[in-house]
T-cell receptor, first 112, second 109 residues
Framework: SQTIHQWPATLVQPVGSPLSLECTVE??????LYWYRQAAGRGLQLLFY??????ISSEVPQNLSASRPQDRQFILSSKKLLLSDSGFYLC???????????FGQGTRLTVV | KQEVTQIPAALSVPEGENLVLNCSFT??????LQWFRQDPGKGLTSLLL?????REQTSGRLNASLDKSSGRSTLYIAASQPGDSATYLC????????FGTGTRLQVFP
């Protein structure tokens, strides 16, 4: 069976510090991978998606970047965090763009 | 631009009631529609996936319907239980998932 792991579960970081959130998927190959952000009182916003190693599509201009160094690894990064980067970050995967998506347990990021 | 709306935003009901949660979307060109459950501070759990060619899907006490032409989906929860308390999200897939803002459900004993 397939599983998706995200870490850390919670993170408190000062403004201006770097960020690295990691997501890995087990039990499948060549998954489509996604990063979403859920801000307080708002819906889920797609940040990045990837259909293969090194292939990253950005949905919104922002202070974040994503990388996919391995087939089942997706990393969300920032060089300098802003207060507005606070939120709940969710990683997801699907076999193809049009198939069922499965989510990780999320990372609660608080920028102080 | 695809927009997804969920009504009601919040719902509080006594245990045992049958519930209907609504989801509407503006563009019928979708691959599928997915219903999720989210517990506080947790990730999303997939409940049901309805392909664009399907009319409904059932899983236990849950039944989801899809009327693509009118841009509507409903999630029916039969005999609600306190353990059903959570936020329910619908998402349409247009090669990426577009989410509604959810319905926060509370079922009290």
């Amino acid at each position: 069976s397939q599983t998706i792991h995200q870490w850390p579960a919670t993170l408190v970081q000062p403004v201006g510090s770097p960020l690295s959130l990691e997501c890995t998927v087990e039990g499948t190959s060549n998954p489509n991978l996604y990063w979403y952000r859920q801000a307080a009182g708002r819906g889920l916003q797609l940040l990045f998606y990837s259909v293969g190693i090194g292939q990253i599509s950005s949905e919104v201009p922002q202070n974040l970047s994503a990388s996919r160094p391995q087939d089942r690894q997706f990393i969300l990064s920032s060089k300098k965090l802003l207060l507005s980067d606070s939120g709940f970050y969710l990683c997801a995967w699907s076999r193809q763009l049009e198939t069922e998506a499965f989510f990780g347990q999320g990372t609660r990021l608080t920028v102080v | 631009k695809q927009e997804v709306t969920q009504i009601p935003a919040a719902l509080s009901v006594p245990e045992g009631e049958n519930l209907v949660l609504n989801c509407s979307f503006t563009d019928s060109a979708i691959y599928n529609l997915q219903w999720f459950r989210q517990d506080p501070g947790k990730g999303l759990t997939s409940l049901l996936l309805i392909q664009s060619s399907q009319r409904e899907q059932t899983s236990g006490r849950l039944n989801a319907s899809l009327d693509k032409s009118s841009g509507r989906s409903t999630l029916y929860i039969a005999a609600s239980q306190p353990g059903d308390s959570a936020t329910y999200l619908c998402a349409v897939n247009t090669d990426k998932l577009i989410f509604g803002t959810g319905t926060r459900l509370q079922v009290f004993p």
